[in-house]
């Protein structure tokens, strides 16, 4: 059988690895404390519950949708306007079947065999996956601990912008926890003007900032709408993630483009699915922010926790994700987490699996009671691991 030669480009899957060692262990009947995945333990809403059963249970609403509804876009419209205060119009947005899916296909409207892409690094695998898809070339931008794991556009050689298509931001970050500033912003919207660049910022965790920071929209800074586009995903913020929710949003060119390539690929966005996400919309503001100081407690018994125990990991600023050096001047993260497994029984996800640059950390996902942190902290310093 032949296989594509794009095949090549992508590695195996390491949650593949890790849950064939979760299995393992589980049935040798070990307690595990799982903190690999970013998938929210809490429960969706009872009025998006409620919203989408309701319109399940009816037959007409199992055909092809073909369209977001009207109801749907302006759900969005009231939405950016009332949490971000962003105005914008229904041909400025777009829904697509997860941020992950649709900055996977993005670059296929955006790029040419050969063209370049700016990508953060360390970052989330589909960003680069989306950019191999499309047979454009990645070109990676440092996020260091000494900068903040903030992007520096000051950094990116003028000739490497110039021949950039588009460059992908991510703030609040995934993997690192670090939050954009307005002065980085300002930065990079100047640094896409000068360059005639697209900025596709990757804005899923605007919903959960901690120490009093407050999320927004990268379309809401001055000039962000002439130059760039913006994923929100109502995964993180209302525990949608197997539903699949999210809106490209921003300059409708872009975003036509983007329409015209999922009518090729699909039927629309199942319309149950449609009135889930419009009650998610319409959520309580208040809901969203008590959620939010459930996963601060969260961090702070995990950061706190392991820096009392001898591994010292700084608490991030945002983001549902801890990212934390490797102790005792280790390097190798997927070594690391096997061990940790192993001898701990608590999952973490190798910093490698995210770009050169994340290798020598590993990442948290705080998708556990700040009880069972506790538990996993403790079985962490019963194993030894940090006394080697």
């Keep these: 059988m032949h296989f594509s030669r794009r095949m090549d480009s992508f590695g ?41 059963a309701e319109a399940a249970m009816a037959p007409e609403n199992w055909k092809y949708a073909l369209r977001d509804t009207p109801e749907l876009l302006r759900a969005v419209c009231r939405y950016y306007d009332r949490r971000f205060g962003v105005r914008i119009t229904p041909d400025m947005v777009c829904s697509c079947y997860g941020s992950q899916e649709g900055i996977g296909h993005l670059g296929l409207v955006l790029c040419d065999a050969g063209d370049t892409v700016l990508l953060p690094n360390p970052c989330y695998p589909v960003f680069m996956a989306g950019a191999l898809m499309a047979q454009a070339t ?7 601990a000494e ?31 670090s939050v954009g500033t307005p002065e980085n912003y300002r930065e990079i919207i100047a ?7 697209l900025i596709v910022h990757d804005n899923a965790y605007s919903d959960i900032l901690y120490d009093g920071l407050e999320g927004g929209s990268f379309l809401a800074q001055p000039g962000a709408a002439e130059v ?29 483009a983007f329409r015209k390539l999922r009518s090729q690929i699909d039927f629309g966005m199942f319309l149950p699915i449609q009135q889930a996400a419009i009650a998610a919309l319409d959520t309580p503001r208040e809901e969203v922010l008590a959620q939010c100081r459930r996963y601060e407690e969260r961090r702070n018994a995990l950061c706190d926790g392991l820096t009392a125990i001898g591994w010292p990991v700084p608490r991030n600023r945002g983001s549902m994700f801890v990212w934390a050096a490797l102790p005792g001047g280790r390097r190798d993260s997927m070594a690391f987490c096997l061990e940790l497994m192993e001898r701990a029984g608590v999952i973490c996800t190798p910093g490698a699996s995210f770009g050169p640059l994340g290798e020598g950390y590993v990442r948290f996902a705080l998708v556990l009671p700040p009880e069972k942190i506790a538990l996993a902290v403790e079985a962490i310093r019963q194993s030894g691991l940090l006394t080697r």
């Design 191 to 197: 640094f896409a003007r000068a360059h005639d660049l």
């Design 228 to 256: 760039g586009v913006e994923f929100f995903s109502l995964s993180k913020s209302f525990n949608l993630t197997g539903a699949r929710i999210s809106f490209l949003i921003g300059r409708p060119d872009v975003v036509a």
């Design 147 to 177: 900068t903040g794991f903030l992007p520096r556009v000051a950094d990116i050689p003028p000739e490497v912008a110039d021949r950039a298509r588009y460059m992908l931001v991510s703030l609040p970050s995934n993997p690192t926890g």
């Design 12 to 52: 195996d899957e390491v949650f593949a690895a890790l849950n064939e060692k979760r299995l393992a262990l589980e049935a040798r009947g070990r307690v595990l404390y799982n903190l690999s995945i970013g998938t929210p333990d809490f429960p969706p809403s009872l009025a998006v519950r409620t919203a989408l």
């Design 138 to 144: 990645p070109w990676f931008y440092p996020m260091t």
